[in-house]
């Protein structure tokens, strides 16, 4: 029969290992000794847009920030769990956390450059990382800057302070700079919150451009981003792995009536 | 008040390209119903059963279009969100699918004159049918051309062609009433020809919808159960 | 009847608006009281700099001179006539000169002499070059060759004793000093007292001794004659003149260009006349270095000490214990750091220093006394609450997500540390140095327990090696006001100068705090959206 429209999401329970990025393993996290992740297991499929949605303190970013350890920097942390990347699980203790965070790179709610020039801002992983070949380091940062759709904004004017651009250029240049480093994985942890409804579809695009580079997790309280960018959803409620799937069925017809109660704002 | 819509400017490039995929095959559909009148009319000038029979087979293929543009329209509302002339274009395919399945739902009974060897008797009513047919062909065809380019003049130009097919339906009626007062031992095939009439008048008005949609499209102004001169008056002024 | 209970419900009503303020007007005692105590901070701030400034600038400005004569009626003593130079005009000088009659006779009009006061104009005011000066009316100037009328010649005069002077010092420099070491040479090779060679020199010594006598009774000839208000007359070498002038008759651009260098003199002259007069370079100087030294010192121990507590160390009792100390040090009396940079630095380590690495030279100390190094560490023990507190504050003021998006790119902490959290809270540790900086250029006490002093007879900078002494004493300007000014004074003059002295100090603090407000808000603004 004639096929109008083609889908490219792939069914999640036949992902085969290569097409998997990370392979969440019965994750639970604890904080201050409440359980915020309670035994969660998913597989975060390769190249592609995974969002997470729930509301306020269901455990997204808490699940989003165990993916490259940002939560060890919280004073009361435990987990249980693994998660496999790269056939390796990146909680052994083998796992050199600096070089896993250049492999798994992270961007925040609120645009965070350093105070320092653009060229700069996108070089710091790189300087820690100990390249400091001046030829190299301007091709990868052309190279991040086009990447994040900021190249023909800043061209003239790399060596101005980056806090110097607007909110939604402040923001493509925090993911230039993790771009620099090429990372596997993206991590988004609500990157939009801050900023305007247009500058937000600026950098919707953008990451929707970016899963040709790496596999993108994107956070976000806003359903409505969630179902325009994502590949994939996955609906989280009080630390628990309600629904996930891909999103057109899942903004279309969620199995689950929590998901459906949610995602039509009939919740609570 | 006019507003040109222009699909490729938005922000995100995979949004542009659903709504372009979607018009596309609105009118692929709306090609594949033109091509199957077509097809009937062939049919029914050289009473092929076969091609006919074809054309019978094809329709199931322009259901299953209109299954999945709506699915793609849902599919689009709940995950674009769509807004203004994105959201009046996707109203705008969604109730088109509707109108054209009907189309082609009126063409296979027109088609089922043939397979059921049910031809009208009367060489005078057939030619009268053909005629009817080939100006619906031609009205169908501007309705489509007014619906690819949105363009709200073709589409006022295509509503008025309706009159004349309504007035050579009426002249056919007139002309078949008398034919069966003549011949009532076969009225049950009359009956099947009166209904193949009714049909092609039929795709006639429900191309008076589709340009109907396109005025809504480009007006923002819903024009159906309207006095359409005074509408366009204003419309157009 | 019920008129009057509304009359009586009136009367409360009015009684109890009497009594108890409403919103509005508690509002306005309350900005009232705030905004007088306010102004009377502020009048205070400003008379404390206006007294300052008036006192000090009155320094540089050339005074007026008035000739005063006193009549008594009843010791004929009394009586006579003086030159004052007062910074004041003829009517306010008069009225000031009554008031201080009338408290010293205790308002005794019978006994209170009387006096009148006039504006001379031909009073000369002389500076001599030991900073000493002198009033006085010319007379005559008396040369080699005779003596003149004319004050215009002075320059010419001067001219010729500059002359001989040259003569007189090249004769010294080029002639005795060699004779005299090539006698010494002599001398030690034991030659006999009647050799040829000795005689000759000895020969030309007494030669070239008695031309140089010869010369300096020539120069004793050149002098100046004045008067003074009695009539008497006074003389004064023209090799001691430094200028002279008629303080009278000067213009007003005169006065400031007397001023200007006055000025200068001020800041790049060492002191005269007991610190009464000259300039105040040394202590300038003194200071400078010290407080240099000290925020060489000072900048990382407070940096790295703040750095340990806000990042690295737990957030537990002991922090916060060591939290509370390092407030309270700062309010250690100043004199206290004083005692324990004597009894510590000086004594305990510099002793320890003579005894392993100068053992030479004991028993003469050479760190083992007050010096500079131990000025400087006694200081920066002094400032580091300051640089901490401040230091702490800019590290609070890192944003976290700065810290986080560090750590995503993968950097450690030591790394994030320095290349994120450091830059930004680089406008705090400024302006704790900085303050610190502004702290110990005024501080006093705990510097003259170890190593300032009141006059050091050189630099703790010259050419010798290893060019910078940190084990010599150095003056101070805190020092150098207590000292000089508050210790012998011996004339209004000499006060004075303190004052000026004051100012200068208020200045140098002033533009330290300012420097540190300038660098705090520009920094601010680089990262003024974090």
């Given amino acids: 029969m004639l096929k109008l429209f083609e889908k490219e999401t792939l069914a999640l329970e036949s992902l085969s290992d290569e097409q998997t990025a990370l392979d969440v393993k019965n994750l639970s996290v604890r904080l201050n000794d409440s359980l915020v992740l309670d035994n969660i297991s998913m597989r975060i499929p390769k190249n592609k847009i995974t969002a997470m949605i729930g509301q306020s303190g269901c455990g997204k970013s808490t699940l989003l920030s165990s993916f490259n350890r940002m939560n060890e920097l919280h004073q009361h942390y435990a987990y249980s769990g693994e998660v496999i990347m790269d056939g390796r699980n990146i909680y052994s203790k083998k796992e050199n956390v600096a070089k896993l965070r250049t492999q798994v790179g992270m961007v925040f709610q609120r645009p965070n450059p350093f105070p320092m020039s653009i060229y700069e801002n996108v070089c710091f992983g790189l300087r820690i990382q100990g390249q400091s ?136 | 008040m006019k507003r040109n819509i222009e699909l490729n400017t938005h922000i995100s490039g995979k949004f542009n390209q659903e ?115 080939e100006k619906v062909v031609v009205m169908m065809r501007g309705t489509f051309d ?32 008398k034919e069966m007062s003549g011949a009532t031992d076969d009225l049950q095939t009359w009956f099947d020809v009166l209904w193949a009439i009714r049909s092609l008048e039929r795709i006639g008005d429900r191309c008076k919808n589709l340009c109907e949609y396109v005025l809504f499209l480009t007006y923002g102004k819903d024009v159906r159960h309207s006095s359409m001169k005074k509408t366009l008056k204003k419309l157009l002024k | 009847m019920a008129k009057a209970n509304k009359k009586a419900t009136d009367k409360e009503m009015r009684k109890s608006k009497k009594v108890i303020l409403n919103a509005q007007q508690k509002q306005a005692v309350s900005s009232f009281t705030a905004g007088l105590s306010a102004a009377i901070l502020l009048i205070a701030l400003i008379s404390l700099v206006v007294f300052i400034m008036i006192k000090g600038t009155a320094y540089f400005w050339p005074a007026n001179v008035f000739k005063v004569t006193t009549i008594s009626a009843t010791s004929p003593s009394d009586t006579g006539q003086v030159f004052v130079k007062s910074s004041v005009d003829q009517a306010e000088f008069i009225s000031a000169l009554e008031n201080r009659l009338e408290t010293q006779f205790s308002g005794n009009k019978a006994s209170m002499p009387e006096f009148e006061v006039e504006q001379p104009t031909k009073v000369y005011q002389i500076n001599l070059l030991n900073g000493d000066e002198k009033l006085g009316v010319f007379s005559r100037l008396h040369t080699q060759s005779g003596q003149y009328e004319d004050i215009q010649r002075l320059a010419k005069i001067k001219a010729e004793v500059n002359l001989l002077q040259a003569d007189l010092r090249s004769i010294q420099d080029e002639q005795l000093t060699v004779l005299h070491r090539k006698i010494a040479n002599l001398d030690q090779k034991n030659v006999e007292q009647g050799a040829p060679a000795r005689l000759h020199e000895l020969e030309l010594f007494d030669y070239w001794q008695s031309r140089a006598d010869e010369l300096s009774s020539q120069i004793e000839q050149y002098s100046i004659e004045f008067t003074d208000a009695m009539g008497n007359p006074f003389r004064v070498a023209v090799k001691n003149t430094d200028t002279l002038f008629l303080p009278n008759q000067l213009s007003l651009g005169d006065k400031f260009a007397y001023s200007a260098s006055k000025i200068f003199a001020f800041v790049s002259e060492s002191p005269k006349q007991a610190s009464t007069s000259g300039g105040v370079f040394p202590a300038l100087f003194g200071t400078v270095l010290m407080v240099l030294i000290m925020a060489i010192i000072v900048a990382p121990f407070g940096a790295m000490a703040a750095i340990y507590l806000h990042e690295y160390a737990p957030n537990n009792k002991l922090t916060s214990i060591i939290r509370i100390c390092v407030s309270n040090m700062a309010g250690v009396p100043s004199v206290v750091y004083g005692v324990f940079g004597l009894g510590f630095f000086v004594y305990f380590l510099g002793g320890s220093i003579d005894s392993i690495f100068f053992s030479e030279a004991l028993p003469s100390p050479t760190f083992g006394t007050p010096g500079l190094f131990w000025a400087a560490l006694t200081m920066a023990l002094l400032t580091l609450p300051v640089v901490i507190v401040s230091t702490e504050e800019g590290l609070r003021r890192v944003p976290e997500g700065l810290r986080a998006g560090s750590y995503a790119l993968g950097a450690t902490k030591i790394e994030t540390i320095l290349k994120t959290v450091l830059p930004i809270a680089s406008p705090g540790i400024m302006t704790g140095v900085i303050l610190a900086v502004a702290r110990a250029a005024g501080e006093v006490a705990p510097l003259i327990l170890v190593g300032a002093v009141k006059f050091a007879p050189s630099l703790p900078v010259d050419s010798d090696f290893p060019f910078l002494h940190l084990e010599r004493q150095f003056m101070h300007l805190g020092v150098f006001i207590y000292d000089g000014a508050f210790h012998n004074q011996t004339n209004t003059q000499g006060s004075s100068m303190m004052f000026a002295s004051c100012m200068l100090l208020l200045l140098i603090v002033f533009v330290l705090n300012l420097f540190a407000i300038i660098v705090r808000k520009r920094l601010r603004d680089r990262f003024l959206r974090l």
């Fill in chain 1, 133 to 268: 070949e001046r030829r190299e380091l301007d091709e990868i940062v052309e190279q991040s800057l086009r990447h994040a759709a900021l190249w023909d904004e800043v061209k003239d004017r790399l060596f101005e302070s980056a806090l110097l651009l607007s909110g939604g250029q402040q923001q493509r240049l925090v993911i230039a700079r993790a771009l620099a480093l090429k990372p596997e994985v993206l991590l988004l942890d609500e990157p939009t919150s801050a900023l305007d409804p247009l500058t937000t579809l600026h950098i919707e695009e953008l990451v929707s451009q970016l899963k040709h580079n790496c596999t993108v997790i994107i956070v976000t309280h806003n359903m409505q981003q969630a179902a325009r960018v994502s590949d994939y959803s996955a609906f989280l409620h009080q630390g628990q792995l309600i629904e996930y799937s891909d999103s057109d069925s899942l903004f279309t017809m969620p199995e689950k009536k929590q998901t459906e109660d949610y995602i039509t704002g009939r919740y609570g």
């Fill in chain 2, 146 to 177: 007014a619906l690819a380019r949105q363009d709200e003049k073709s589409a006022v130009a295509v509503y008025e062609q309706d009159n004349s097919i309504d007035k050579k339906h009426k002249e056919l009626l007139k002309q078949t009433a």
């Fill in chain 2, 19 to 133: 709504l372009e995929n979607l018009t596309n095959s609105v009118l692929t559909m709306g090609g594949e119903v033109e091509q199957q009148l077509i097809s009937t009319i062939s049919a029914i000038r050289e009473n092929n059963a076969s091609e006919a029979e074809k054309v019978l087979l094809n329709d199931a293929k322009i259901n299953s279009m209109e299954v999945q543009i709506d699915d793609e329209c849902m599919r689009i509302i709940a995950k674009r969100n769509p807004t203004a002339s994105d959201l009046r274009l996707i109203m705008t395919v969604y109730r088109a699918t509707t109108d054209i399945e009907r189309i082609g739902d009126e063409i296979c009974r027109i088609a089922k004159l043939v397979t059921k060897d049910k031809l009208p008797p009367s060489d005078l009513v057939q030619s009268g049918m053909l005629m009817i047919a």
